[in-house]
């Protein structure tokens, strides 16, 4: 594997390679697998229902089949070390400076000083989840003694047998603080490690808390893996702290079913709830920022690959019933029935989704990390802080059509999407108020294009569908705000696009989508000090087919190509990833800059007899991380410093190559002849 260069110019012409990729895919749009084989949880609930998903109904026809966990390759011994899985990712802030966080590969950089106070660590949990549906781990934190305005914790796991990806959410009483999902594990086990900067929370760390960590799964004789964990969190105070534009919010208002009193996880379960809250907000205020987390399940986990509404039961009588509502999807967060900002999700593929082997020993993008959406909502204040009531809702929508030319907004989706939402919130001095003049009501739809075509073969069934569909959205709203701070206009603003062109062929049985996602977001406030934008971009594509032999032999195939580019500038609630490589002696940054670029290719086998079967997958992915300096070049663009670069490609359980550049310095460049 070649060195890649590690000038910022090099880093430069890397990001916009990914920039006109996108740009290529964006014009693409196709339709996607992964509809087609339903989630397994909702399975388990309800053993009479079928998944009308394609990918999900794979997932399940491999899970069941014998030797589910085999590929073509020799299977390691019963003493052989567990495989360690990961996700590719820059490295995170820790005591010991930037760390790597995929438990495979140690910080080689010399540890950051953390001033006089030395960091802590404390157990949060130690548990083993099996049968575990409605028992989260429930358990008591204190605040530790150490002084300390960072915290970093470590989830590790271990578990070997055969079991489904799992989803894992972690609570601070109702508020939600990580959503994760599991490995699929072997025979003779996985294992895998992630950090993850905790001090966004830091209001809540300070106070005590119940913790709650909710990972459902079943354990019997079929499926024998046991997820063994242990949560730990690290507090240390670091120098880094003063260098960060925007310290974590004072006080953090859960949106969510808030049961987090009686044991229970405080997720809700849309549509079948009503995803509300009335809040009694403080007056204040001086900034607040919404952040959502959604995960979707059952027919909506591979929403981006669902079909049109109207086309549902197009292939009726050879496949069955498709999920619908389109493969379009939009969060959408309402204060007092008022659309405030939006959320298009990012398409999260787990471990068990399209083919098993794509996943491992490198998992897909977010899926150890699901990222939340933030959503500046000062705009607002001047009416949240008047001193009453009001409600704070998210839904979450597709699409409608009439299966010509037309399409609108739905009210609502198949089932189901698991959701919560926070309110970070930072105050001015206790006594003040904050007022101002409240938002008028914010913009209209989004601009939709559709269009469909349904074939029949020469038996009369139908054949194959096409569509094309087009979403754009731009969204501001703009209020005068005053506060013990300062004041001025405060604006949020979205412009958001989305392409797809999909198909699906075979009555039924192959499906092929690529679809784009492009967004910028700005929160900007002259007088209150806001400053946010955050740009981004998401295509994919999936192309899967599922082919029965007249003796009942099954062959599947699938094709994953993924890619994601974010850059951030300004007061992110979250971290950026920067926090990790910001010193005394850097030059100070302006932004951070992230591309990353995933494919892999699976097949897999099995007899009509399910005496056996056989699997084998590829991936490649390249990762690189980088800050963006205030000082640009001679036609404005911020220079790009690159501080991490990885790239991996793994056959069959194993990395056959892996190449990791940190800070300019070759720390890792392997490859497996």
Same mark, same amino acid.
């Given at each position: 594997?070649?060195?890649? $260069?590690?000038?910022?110019?090099?880093?430069?012409?890397?990001?916009?390679?990914?920039?006109?990729?996108?740009?290529?895919?964006?014009?693409?749009?196709?339709?996607?697998?992964?509809?087609?084989?339903?989630?397994?949880?909702?399975?388990?609930?309800?053993?009479?229902?079928?998944?009308?998903?394609?990918?999900?109904?794979?997932?399940?026809?491999?899970?069941?089949?014998?030797?589910?966990?085999?590929?073509?390759?020799?299977?390691?011994?019963?003493?052989?070390?567990?495989?360690?899985?990961?996700?590719?990712?820059?490295?995170?802030?820790?005591?010991?400076?930037?760390?790597?966080?995929?438990?495979?590969?140690?910080?080689?950089?010399?540890?950051?000083?953390?001033?006089?106070?030395?960091?802590?660590?404390?157990?949060?949990?130690?548990?083993?989840?099996?049968?575990?549906?409605?028992?989260?781990?429930?358990? $008591?934190?204190?605040?530790?003694?150490?002084?300390?305005?960072?915290?970093?914790?470590?989830?590790?796991?271990?578990?070997?047998?055969?079991?489904?990806?799992?989803?894992?959410?972690?609570?601070?009483?109702?508020?939600?603080?990580?959503?994760?999902?599991?490995?699929?594990?072997?025979?003779?086990?996985?294992?895998?490690?992630?950090?993850?900067?905790?001090?966004?929370?830091?209001?809540?760390?300070?106070?005590?808390?119940?913790?709650?960590?909710?990972?459902?799964?079943?354990?019997?004789?079929?499926?024998?893996?046991?997820?063994?964990?242990?949560?730990?969190?690290?507090?240390?105070?670091?120098?880094?702290?003063?260098?960060?534009?925007?310290?974590?919010?004072?006080?953090?208002?859960?949106?969510?079913?808030?049961?987090?009193?009686?044991?229970?996880?405080?997720?809700?379960?849309?549509?079948?709830?009503?995803?509300?809250?009335?809040?009694?907000?403080?007056?204040?205020?001086?900034?607040?920022?919404?952040?959502?987390?959604?995960?979707?399940?059952?027919?909506?986990?591979?929403?981006?690959?669902?079909?049109?509404?109207?086309?549902?039961?197009?292939?009726?009588?050879?496949?069955?019933?498709?999920?619908?509502?389109?493969?379009?999807?939009?969060?959408?967060?309402?204060?007092?029935?008022?659309?405030?900002?939006?959320?298009?999700?990012?398409?999260?593929?787990?471990?068990?989704?399209?083919?098993?082997?794509?996943?491992?020993?490198?998992?897909?993008?977010?899926?150890?990390?699901?990222?939340?959406?933030?959503?500046?909502?000062?705009?607002?204040?001047?009416?949240?802080?008047?001193?009453?009531?009001?409600?704070?809702?998210?839904?979450?929508?597709?699409?409608?059509?009439?299966?010509?030319?037309?399409?609108?907004?739905?009210?609502?989706?198949?089932?189901?999407?698991?959701?919560?939402?926070?309110?970070?919130?930072?105050?001015?001095?206790?006594?003040?108020?904050?007022?101002?003049?409240?938002?008028?009501?914010?913009?209209?739809?989004?601009?939709?294009?559709?269009?469909?075509?349904?074939?029949?073969?020469?038996?009369?069934?139908?054949?194959?569908?096409?569509?094309?569909?087009?979403?754009?959205?731009?969204?501001?709203?703009?209020?005068?705000?005053?506060?013990?701070?300062?004041?001025?206009?405060?604006?949020?603003?979205?412009?958001?696009?989305?392409?797809?062109?999909?198909?699906?062929?075979?009555?039924?049985?192959?499906?092929?989508?690529?679809?784009?996602?492009?967004?910028?977001?700005?929160?900007?406030?002259?007088?209150?000090?806001?400053?946010?934008?955050?740009?981004?971009?998401?295509?994919?594509?999936?192309?899967?087919?599922?082919?029965?032999?007249?003796?009942?032999?099954?062959?599947?195939?699938?094709?994953?190509?993924?890619?994601?580019?974010?850059?951030?500038?300004?007061?992110?609630?979250?971290?950026?990833?920067?926090?990790?490589?910001?010193?005394?002696?850097?030059?100070?940054?302006?932004?951070?800059?992230?591309?990353?670029?995933?494919?892999?290719?699976?097949?897999?086998?099995?007899?009509?007899?399910?005496?056996?079967?056989?699997?084998?997958?590829?991936?490649?992915?390249?990762?690189?991380?980088?800050?963006?300096?205030?000082?640009?070049?001679?036609?404005?663009?911020?220079?790009?410093?690159?501080?991490?670069?990885?790239?991996?490609?793994?056959? $069959?359980?194993?990395?056959?190559?892996?190449?990791?550049?940190?800070?300019?310095?070759?720390?890792? $460049?392997?490859?497996?002849?």
């Amino acid at each position: 594997m070649s060195l890649p $260069n590690l000038m910022s110019d090099g880093f430069r012409a890397l990001v916009a390679k990914w920039v006109l990729i996108v740009a290529l895919l964006a014009g693409l749009s196709l339709a996607h697998p992964d509809a087609r084989y339903p989630p397994q949880k909702a399975i388990e609930r309800s053993a009479a229902r079928i998944p009308r998903s394609p990918l999900a109904r794979l997932n399940n026809l491999i899970a069941g089949g014998a030797n589910a966990t085999s590929t073509s390759s020799a299977v390691p011994a019963a003493t052989s070390a567990p495989l360690e899985c990961f996700q590719v990712a820059e490295p995170v802030l820790t005591p010991q400076g930037p760390t790597f966080r995929d438990g495979v590969l140690a910080s080689t950089a010399d540890p950051a000083p953390i001033g006089d106070e030395a960091e802590c660590t404390v157990i949060l949990m130690e548990h083993s989840f099996a049968n575990s549906y409605g028992a989260p781990f429930v358990g $008591n934190y204190t605040p530790p003694t150490c002084e300390f305005d960072h915290v970093v914790i470590n989830f590790t796991v271990l578990v070997k047998g055969r079991q489904y990806d799992r989803t894992g959410v972690m609570y601070l009483g109702d508020n939600e603080v990580w959503r994760t999902s599991t490995a699929e594990p072997t025979s003779y086990g996985i294992r895998w490690v992630w950090l993850k900067d905790m001090t966004p929370f830091t209001s809540l760390w300070k106070a005590p808390q119940t913790l709650i960590f909710d990972l459902e799964s079943i354990v019997d004789d079929t499926y024998t893996g046991i997820l063994n964990t242990t949560l730990t969190a690290t507090f240390f105070k670091s120098p880094v702290a003063a260098l960060e534009s925007q310290a974590p919010a004072d006080l953090i208002i859960p949106i969510s079913e808030r049961t987090g009193s009686t044991g229970q996880p405080s997720q809700f379960t849309y549509p079948a709830q009503n995803a509300t809250n009335t809040v009694s907000f403080p007056q204040n205020v001086n900034r607040a920022v919404f952040t959502v987390d959604v995960k979707a399940q059952g027919d909506e986990e591979f929403w981006w690959s669902n079909v049109p509404q109207s086309a549902i039961n197009t292939f009726e009588a050879q496949y069955g019933t498709y999920p619908g509502y389109s493969p379009f999807r939009e969060v959408q967060i309402l204060i007092d029935g008022q659309l405030a900002g939006v959320s298009w999700p990012f398409p999260v593929i787990y471990t068990g989704g399209v083919v098993p082997q794509l996943h491992r020993p490198i998992v897909g993008i977010q899926a150890f990390d699901i990222a939340e959406h933030e959503i500046d909502i000062t705009p607002w204040l001047p009416l949240l802080c008047d001193g009453t009531n009001h409600t704070f809702a998210i839904k979450v929508v597709g699409l409608d059509d009439d299966g010509v030319s037309s399409a609108t907004l739905s009210s609502t989706t198949d089932d189901e999407w698991y959701i919560t939402g926070k309110i970070f919130v930072w105050l001015d001095e206790e006594g003040s108020i904050t007022t101002g003049v409240p938002p008028a009501a914010p913009a209209s739809d989004p601009t939709i294009v559709f269009s469909q075509r349904i074939t029949q073969n020469a038996t009369g069934f139908n054949d194959t569908l096409d569509y094309n569909l087009a979403v754009t959205r731009m969204l501001t709203v703009s209020a005068y705000v005053k506060t013990q701070k300062g004041e001025g206009t405060a604006t949020w603003s979205q412009s958001l696009s989305y392409s797809n062109n999909g198909g699906v062929y075979a009555q039924g049985f192959d499906n092929v989508n690529t679809f784009a996602i492009t967004g910028a977001d700005t929160a900007t406030g002259a007088g209150l000090d806001i400053s946010y934008s955050a740009s981004y971009s998401y295509p994919l594509y999936c192309g899967s087919s599922a082919v029965y032999a007249p003796e009942g032999n099954l062959t599947l195939r699938a094709d994953l190509n993924q890619s994601l580019s974010r850059e951030v500038h300004g007061s992110s609630v979250f971290p950026t990833g920067l926090e990790a490589f910001l010193t005394g002696e850097t030059p100070k940054f302006q932004g951070s800059v992230l591309s990353t670029s995933r494919n892999g290719t699976a097949t897999y086998y099995r007899p009509a007899d399910n005496s056996y079967s056989t699997g084998a997958g590829r991936t490649h992915q390249i990762f690189s991380f980088g800050g963006l300096s205030e000082e640009g070049g001679d036609d404005g663009t911020p220079n790009a410093t690159e501080f991490y670069y990885r790239e991996v490609s793994a056959y $069959n359980d194993t990395v056959t190559d892996n190449l990791v550049v940190l800070n300019g310095q070759v720390v890792s $460049n392997e490859t497996q002849a």
